[in-house]
T-cell receptor
């Protein structure tokens, strides 16, 4: 069965610092992977998705993620954090039926 | 930009009462989903719906839960007799296609509080 694990329920960075949010998946077949962001009192917004076209995926707001099959990882990065990046981030894998399997979520705090 | 809308944003209900959570998916979408997020926990899949029937459901989605698309625009989740542990944020989502290579668009969620 597919599962998604996000390491670190809380990550705190300084404004301008590198953001690294970790996601590992387990799957017997190549997965389709997503990162969603949830701002306070809002729904889930798609940041980016991996669908096997390219291992480095660029998303909105300067985020990108790299699919590494050898490490079963899909970590989310952003070179320079902005205060507006403070939110909860969810990694998710899509099964063949269209069901999303989410990780536990990582809350990102950005310090001035 | 088209979006998925959910009403109400927050609902408080007494244990044992029935609740109906409403969703208006994006108009040309064909696949509909409900997810829930208990406070402090991960987002969990509840059910998917296509062609007026349930495609897949999780073990959470027991006989107390039902879904319906009553009028071609709304997509509802009914909890027949709410329990305290049903308190959660419920997200509706829709997509134009099923399976891979499709993006699910999520609503803002309904926070259900059972007291």
């Amino acid at each position: 069965a597919q599962s998604v694990t996000q390491l670190g329920s809380h990550v705190s960075v300084s404004e301008g610092a590198l953001v690294l949010l970790r996601c590992n998946y387990s799957s017997s077949v190549p997965p389709y992977l997503f990162w969603y962001v949830q701002y306070p009192n809002q729904g889930l917004q798609l940041l980016l998705k991996y669908t096997s076209a390219a291992t480095l995926v660029k998303g909105i707001n300067g985020f990108e993620a790299e699919f590494k099959k050898s490490e079963t990882s899909f970590h989310l990065t952003k070179p320079s954090a902005h205060m507006s990046d403070a939110a909860e981030y969810f990694c998710a894998a899509l099964n063949q039926g269209g069901k999303l399997i989410f990780g536990q979520g990582t809350e990102l705090s950005v310090k001035p | 930009e088209p979006e998925v809308t959910q009403t109400p944003s927050h609902q408080v209900t007494q244990m044992g009462q029935e609740v109906i959570l409403r969703c208006v998916p994006i108009s040309n979408h064909l696949y509909f989903y409900w997810y829930r997020q208990i406070l402090g926990q991960k987002v969990e899949f509840l059910v998917s719906f296509y062609n007026n029937e349930i495609s897949e459901k999780s073990e959470i989605f027991d006989d107390q839960f039902s879904v319906e698309r009553p009028d071609g625009s709304n997509f509802t989740l009914k909890i027949r007799s709410t329990k305290l542990e049903d308190s959660a944020m419920y997200f509706c989502a829709s997509s134009s296609l099923g399976g891979v290579n499709t993006e699910a668009f999520f609503g803002q969620g309904t926070r259900l509080t059972v007291v």
